[in-house]
């Protein structure tokens, strides 16, 4: 999806309203009004990236914390029982909108939410060849972007003008010799 | 856990002590008990796909789908709120590195990150962990996330509600907020909205 079509990069443009929980330069969290409970945050990205893999190193430590202090404020303000932090990476994995977000999700017992799966049982082999693929890919793992980069945020500011503005402008001009 | 079998006199009696633990002492208690804490200490077995100073993922022995991992701190903490800033932008970079080598390594088509702070949110172990689990179609993994359509009214009080809890600094479309950042090695503030520590005890000391 085409950033200027996301309902998020809307979202964080302003031109869809949103109950908006806490801002910075690089994320911003807002309360689903369709939530799985009251007090459920999305926390996203200001730069419009549809999956976990495009998201830099140093705005993923940002936007977990983000998430982190969200979680305690909901065990705080609203007396969450508990909180889930939730990601859906790909259609497979449950994710619906192409802008990678975090879901904070408040808690409590029996609130319909299921959060759980069936435990399979593998194999000895099974578990060895998984082992075996994984560790083939993180061996080069950890060199992590920590350094505060300051990455360009390019929040789509709309240059449109309202009716009064141009109006203005038109006015403007017609005074121009 | 080791006091699965233990009587009703003896919980209580173990109860009590827990109560007049100081965090620094709960949180040695809990190590001591931890299973993941010895995992990490190697001295329970484990398949580890990744190790560095801070963080340990190991694959989970009933995993939802091959290739579920585990990516745990090797600090014991609890819950994710007593985690320091730091210590969360590395787990979580872990995180996505480890959901990336899914996606090239085992044909992972998706993924999931879950973290359950506390028995309600499907917490079972007591040392933080966040699962990162590959996806594909139709896998028979399904989480279940109802839709709940809340009052504009309830929307306005459990947003302001959740504002005032973070300092309060979204005001604005504008407003520069900045992460309200704990003062480093700042003793423990007591009696401050909901303790963290009795949010811990109950996964310790259930």
Redesign the interface.
């Known amino acids: 999806m085409a950033k200027n079509t996301c309902i998020i990069c809307q979202i964080i443009g302003?031109s869809i309203p949103s109950?908006?929980?806490?801002?910075?330069?690089m994320v911003l969290a807002v309360?689903d009004?369709?939530?799985?409970?009251?007090?459920h945050?999305f926390v996203m990205p200001k730069n419009h990236y549809p999956i976990?893999?495009q998201?830099p190193?140093i705005e993923?430590?940002?936007?977990?914390?983000?998430s982190?202090?969200?979680?305690?404020?909901?065990?705080?303000?609203?007396?969450?029982?508990?909180?889930?932090?939730?990601?859906?990476?790909?259609?497979?994995?449950?994710?619906t909108v192409a802008h990678f977000m975090i879901?904070v999700?408040p808690?409590?017992?029996n609130?319909?939410?299921?959060?759980?799966?069936?435990?399979?049982?593998?194999g000895e082999e099974?578990?060895?060849t998984?082992?075996l693929?994984?560790?083939?890919?993180?061996k080069n793992?950890?060199h992590?972007e920590?350094e505060e980069k300051r990455p360009k945020v390019q929040v789509p500011k709309p240059v449109i003008f309202s009716e009064e503005e141009e109006e203005y402008f038109t006015r403007q001009m017609g005074r121009l010799p | 856990m080791a006091e699965q079998n233990i009587s009703p006199e003896q919980l209580k009696a173990l109860q009590e002590k827990i109560k007049q633990m100081s965090p620094e002492e709960l949180k040695e208690f809990q190590k001591k008990q931890c299973i993941f804490c010895q995992i990490i200490a190697g001295k329970v077995q484990s398949?580890k796909?990744?190790e560095?100073e801070k963080v340990l993922?190991i694959?989970d022995?009933?995993?939802?789908?091959?290739?579920h991992?585990l990516l745990m701190t090797k600090e014991h903490y609890s819950i994710?709120?007593q985690?320091p800033?730091e210590d969360?932008?590395?787990?979580?970079?872990?995180a996505?590195?480890?959901?990336?080598?899914?996606?090239?390594?085992?044909d992972a088509?998706?993924?999931?990150?879950?973290?359950?702070?506390?028995?309600?949110?499907?917490?079972r172990a007591q040392h933080f962990m966040?699962h990162v689990?590959p996806?594909?179609?139709k896998?028979?993994?399904?989480?279940?996330?109802?839709?709940?359509?809340?009052e504009q009214q309830?929307?306005?009080s459990?947003?302001n509600?959740?504002?005032?809890?973070?300092g309060g600094?979204?005001e604005k479309?504008d407003?520069?907020?900045?992460?309200?950042v704990p003062k480093k090695e700042e003793p423990k503030k007591e009696g401050?909205?909901?303790n963290?520590d009795d949010?811990s005890k109950l996964l310790g000391a259930k």
């Open positions: 302003n109950k908006k929980i806490y801002e910075d330069e309360l009004v369709n939530g799985a409970n009251p007090g945050c976990i893999e998201v190193d993923i430590g940002r936007l977990f914390q983000v982190n202090k969200i979680s305690s404020a909901i065990f705080e303000a609203l007396g969450a029982q508990g909180t889930n932090i939730f990601v859906a990476n790909g259609i497979p994995a449950g994710q879901n999700i808690r409590k017992e609130d319909g939410i299921n959060l759980q799966w069936q435990p399979r049982q593998l099974e578990m060895s998984v082992e693929k994984l560790k083939e890919q993180t793992m950890g992590f920590k | 398949k796909i990744y560095d993922a694959l022995i009933n995993p939802a789908n091959p290739g991992v994710m709120p985690i800033d969360i932008s590395h787990v979580f970079m872990a996505k590195s480890l959901s990336n080598s899914m996606l090239r390594s085992i088509q998706g993924t999931n990150i879950i973290v359950a702070n506390g028995i309600a949110a499907g917490q966040a689990i996806r594909k179609e896998d028979g993994v399904d989480f279940v996330l109802p839709q709940k359509a809340m309830e929307i306005e459990i947003g509600k959740l504002v005032a809890a973070l600094a979204v479309e407003a520069k907020a900045q992460i309200p401050k909205g909901i963290l949010i």
